[in-house]
């Protein structure tokens, strides 16, 4: 189907963070300003659209599937479906959300940063980290039944913090990446509650819920950088 095959379209793409910020951003346009022709239309010659979309593989066989085709050098999205659109942003906000997106966004950000000052690249690094604070389920209450206290432990430091216990693997990650110290990338993650330590897997395990990871009422996460 034409949905099936917008998804599929967007699932290539997740590995290019840049591109699926740039889909997502002209999808977003679309739909908010349905009978503005110049969201409607593309230029092809444009450095900025061959740079993040065209030149990259998957990119035009996305903005095919949302509806777009080719007319006189650009782009053009003739027969608007709303559905078909919010599918595509719907499924390209999916990959946002993955880590094989995240990855590559830090791959960016850090070739950006070897280029800033120290100064530039702290403010960065500042922005990153609350960008990922944003992420982190509200901490509940102090007595909270069902709550689960969790120690990270980076480098020499230790931060308490109160999670509820059907929060997941993947709020915790969110949380160790917000702290000053820990990785941005190629994080670690290793369950040092009781002996023996348990290495937490990053890929599998991110959904798996506080409690079912031994992690209440109470846990010890050292967090480091992956070896």
Same mark, same amino acid.
């Given at each position: ?12 793409? $997740?590995?290019?963070?840049? #591109?699926?910020?740039? /889909? ?6 679309? /739909? ?9 239309? !593309?230029?092809? =010659? ?25 007319l006189h050098g650009h782009l053009v999205l003739q027969s608007r479906d709303p559905a078909l659109l919010w599918i595509g942003k719907s499924a390209l906000e999916q990959c946002r959300a993955g880590t094989t997106y995240q990855a590559a966004k830090e791959d960016?950000? &850090?070739?950006? =940063?070897?280029?800033? $000052?120290?100064?530039?690249?702290? $403010? ?40 509820? $216990?059907?929060?997941? /693997? ?27 330590? !348990?290495?937490?897997?990053? #890929?599998?395990?991110?959904? &798996? #819920?506080?409690?079912? &990871?031994? &992690? ?10 992956? #070896?």
């Amino acid at each position: 189907s034409r949905e099936q095959r917008v998804q599929a379209c967007a699932a290539k793409l $997740s590995g290019k963070a840049a #591109t699926v910020d740039t /889909l997502i951003t002209s999808l977003n346009k679309v /739909l908010q300003h349905p009978t503005e022709e110049r969201y409607r239309k !593309v230029n092809l =010659a444009n450095k900025a659209f061959q740079e993040r979309v065209s030149s990259v593989p998957g990119g035009m066989d996305f903005m095919y599937a949302v509806g777009f085709e080719p007319l006189h050098g650009h782009l053009v999205l003739q027969s608007r479906d709303p559905a078909l659109l919010w599918i595509g942003k719907s499924a390209l906000e999916q990959c946002r959300a993955g880590t094989t997106y995240q990855a590559a966004k830090e791959d960016e950000q &850090l070739m950006q =940063a070897l280029s800033m $000052s120290e100064d530039q690249f702290e $403010s960065e690094q500042a922005k990153r980290r609350a960008e990922f604070r944003q992420r982190v389920p509200e901490e509940p209450p102090e007595g909270q039944a069902g709550n689960s206290l969790i120690c990270f432990h980076v480098n020499e430091e230790q931060v308490w913090r109160r999670f509820e $216990s059907n929060n997941t /693997l993947e709020d915790l990650i969110y949380f160790a990446r917000s702290l000053k110290g820990a990785p941005l990338k190629d994080m670690a993650v290793t369950n040092i509650t009781m002996a023996p330590a !348990v290495r937490l897997d990053l #890929t599998t395990q991110l959904g &798996l #819920t506080l409690q079912r &990871l031994d &992690l209440w009422p109470t846990g010890h996460l050292r967090v480091e950088r992956a #070896t």
